[in-house]
């Protein structure tokens, strides 16, 4: 695949907490030199981010909600949803509740999703839900599969990048063997080299989480941090 193709399913990443408003300037910069499908930065970035970009939707703007653990209340999430949406973020990336999943608690996972994802589509934006697949058993990916199609979520995410294990090629053929043909996939969480961001795409992905895109769409191996 090219370097302009392989740009174009990339969301260059920023979520440290850490992060500076040098460093978010930059990777605006490089996301409209190599084509990047979107920035993804910290709640707090997002009104910069979009200056920065200069406004054009060429690039879109990406955040975070419940990150990276996911266990805040559905409440507290909303409120994040709609600060985001204030702010002007394109797409939201929303943790899920692990503590609930892993009680068996799937009525309250639906519950939260359903919520955020009426105020995100009512504003005409996308959602992208984070199920953190490295510490999910197949048989709890596959339940996120029919229960988040079921919700009409736009993507389906494998990792925040902070668990012990990040973006699987088995994960994401896994999941798309059992999402709704309308549901995508964002596989992210440790993506560094060029070969297995295209072995995720061959397995189903249709965006990637990246902290390492520069060096990986020009074939380079990416270092760092976990994202």
């Not at 970009?53 to 999430?77: E, H, M, N, Q």
């Not at 799937?106 to 999703?113: D, N, T």
């Not at 979520?153 to 973006?167: H, N």
């Amino acid at each position: 695949m090219s370097v302009s193709m392989l740009a174009r399913y990339i969301d260059h990443t920023i979520l440290k907490p850490t992060a500076s408003h040098i460093e978010i300037s930059k990777i605006c910069r490089e996301a409209v030199e190599y084509g990047f499908a979107a920035v993804c930065v910290p709640p707090p970035f997002v009104t910069f981010a979009l200056q920065e970009l200069g406004g054009d939707g060429r690039v879109k703007v990406a955040t975070v909600i419940g990150f990276p653990f996911g266990y805040s209340v559905a409440s507290a999430k909303l409120a994040e949803v709609e600060q985001a949406l204030a702010d002007g973020a394109d797409e939201l990336d929303v943790v899920i509740n692990l503590i609930a999943l892993k009680a068996g608690d799937w009525g309250l996972l639906e519950k939260e999703m359903r919520l955020l994802t009426t105020a995100i589509h009512t504003a005409g934006k996308i959602v992208k839900v984070i199920i953190e697949s490295g510490v999910l058993t197949d048989e709890e990916i596959v339940r996120c599969c029919e229960l988040y199609g079921g919700v009409g979520v736009d993507f389906l995410k494998t990792s925040t990048g902070y668990a012990e294990k990040g973006a699987a090629v088995e994960a994401v053929r896994l999941m798309r063997a059992h999402l709704p043909a309308g549901v995508r996939i964002k596989a992210s969480g440790g993506i560094r080299t060029a070969a297995l961001a295209q072995q995720l795409i061959d397995a189903g992905a249709d965006r990637l989480g990246c902290s390492a895109s520069v060096e990986i769409v020009k074939g380079e191996a990416g270092a760092g941090g976990g994202y």
